[in-house]
């Protein structure tokens, strides 16, 4: 009898590890789905001559906002990835204020279209392929997303831990604390990065077009002086 206790111990201790196992297999496995689908646009991205990163928010396992760069098509420095996609979901959201207004919900009305996209930040996993940088770790954390999965590290603006942690620092006017996971890709992540960074941004400012007719100034002197 004893050694039959042993044996049903043994059996369900396996049991609770393979279980465990099969979990942390399945989480990677769908971390690897999302991370692909923030990929594609981060090589969108990158066709479209942009820094390339793309990211996405996923609720209940479906896309609910997805953004990619779009800082030198709008010739603006906010609109990283993660802007775009926060204001993506937005789109696809009411806002707290529409029930105050009165308006009416849709005739095939189902429990999504009942949230809002307050609601929705506060469940939704964001899947980015580089560390937010300072300024998008914090305007997630002050939307409640309570978890980003990111490609690779951020080391020049990285805000979760890679240059400054604001993601978890005590910063109650932020919100919540927000939980940054390392996902998979980096290296395809990173890979994206340096192709960008191999060629040239048409759109960069020129910081050395001063220098530059300085150099011709000095080089027309030194010809002038050697035709004397």
């Known amino acids: 009898m004893q050694m039959a206790e042993e044996t049903m111990y043994v059996n369900t201790a396996d049991k609770c590890l393979s279980n465990g196992f099969e979990v942390v297999e399945s989480k990677l ?34 896309i609910v906002g ?13 609109r990283h990835a993660e ?6 979901l937005r789109k696809h959201f009411s806002s707290a204020g529409d029930n105050l207004l009165g308006s009416e919900p849709p005739a095939d009305d189902c429990e999504t279209s009942r949230l809002t996209a307050d609601d929705v930040f506060r469940s939704a996993t964001l899947f980015v392929t580089c560390e937010p940088c300072i300024m998008c770790t914090a305007a997630l954390r002050i939307l409640h997303v309570p978890t980003v999965v990111y490609g690779c590290a951020n080391e020049r603006f990285g805000g979760c831990g890679s240059v400054v942690n604001i993601a978890s620092d005590k910063l109650p006017s932020l919100g919540p604390e927000l939980i940054c996971l390392r996902g998979p890709f980096a290296e395809k992540s990173i890979d994206l990065l340096k192709s960008f960074y191999k060629g040239e941004n048409p759109n960069a400012p020129c910081p050395k077009r001063k220098n530059l007719v300085q150099e011709q100034t000095v080089a027309s002197g030194e010809l002038c002086n050697s035709c004397e």
Not at 48 to 62: D, K, L, Q, R, W
Not at 83 to 88: L, P
């Open 29 to 62: 496995s769908e971390h690897c789905i999302w991370m692909h689908e923030a990929l594609d646009l981060a090589s969108e991205a990158l066709e479209a001559g942009e820094v390339p990163v793309g990211c996405i928010f996923v609720y209940n396992s479906e």
């Open 83 to 88: 802007m775009v996609a926060i204001d993506d």
């Open 66 to 78: 997805c953004g990619r760069n779009r800082v030198n098509e709008t010739r603006n420095a906010t």
